[in-house]
Structure formats: C-alpha cells, structure tokens
Nanobody, 122 residues
Framework: QLRLVESGGGLVQPGGSLRLSCAASKFTLDAYAIGWLRQGPGKEREGVSCISRSGARILYAEFVKGRFSISRDNAKNTVYLQMNSLKPEDTAEYYC???????????????WGQGTQVTVSS
C-alpha cells in the first residue's frame, strides 16, 4: 500500500519558519504530482500548494503566495514545503497527498499521509 509520511511540523512563533517534508514508502514519488493541504481548527480542508511530477507546474493558494515554497527532490523521494513568515492563521494539520495533476482541489488527491501539526503562536 502506498504510504506517505509528513514531518517537520511543530510550534513556531509568528514570523517564524518551518520546513515540512513528505516522504514516500514503497513507491516513488516522481510518478505523481504532490500536493500539500491543510485543515485548521473548525475549518474545512484546503489546498495550499502542489507540484507536478517534473516540477514544471507549481501552484499556491493566494493566502500563502510569497511566503511558502514547494519543491521536490526525486532522488530523495521527498517533497518539501518551506513555510516562512508564518501567521497564527496558518495553524493547521498539514497533509501531503498524491495526484495525477497539480491542482489545489481536495477531490483530486488519492493517497494521503497522516498529517503533521503546525501551530503558530506566541
């Protein structure tokens, strides 16, 4: 069974940075587009960013543009989400997931990781 594992979450002060990682087990990530989605407390899950298989297509949600950066290292079978200038409203469980196309809609994603918690608070 395909398995994704997120890591890198934690508690950070407003304005701080975190880098999330999404690693694959038992399959190669380069066969898929990868997305990062999040679900904040009391909110619906929303797309944050995605990257195509080759990395040529990248999308960001408006609320993270200029602050977050997605990248992939297919040699390490890992996708990253660099998060800078974090705000309290970025507090959420962050998930990575596979898709065949880079889109931000949740319905496009098939296999999901278990999530990693990001808390932005002073």
């Amino acid at each position: 069974q395909l398995r994704l594992v997120e890591s890198g979450g934690g508690l950070v002060q407003p304005g701080g940075s975190l880098r999330l990682s999404c690693a694959a087990s038992k399959f190669t990530l380069d066969a898929y587009a990868i997305g990062w989605l999040r679900q904040g407390p009391g909110k619906e899950r929303e797309g944050v960013s995605c990257i195509s298989r080759s990395g040529a297509r990248i999308l960001y949600a408006e609320f993270v543009k200029g602050r977050f950066s997605i990248s992939r290292d297919n040699a390490k079978n890992t996708v990253y989400l660099q998060m800078n200038s974090l705000k309290p409203e970025d507090t959420a469980e962050y998930y990575c997931a596979t898709s065949y196309t880079c889109e931000l809609l949740e319905k496009n994603y098939d296999y999901w990781g278990q999530g990693t918690q990001v808390t932005v608070s002073s």
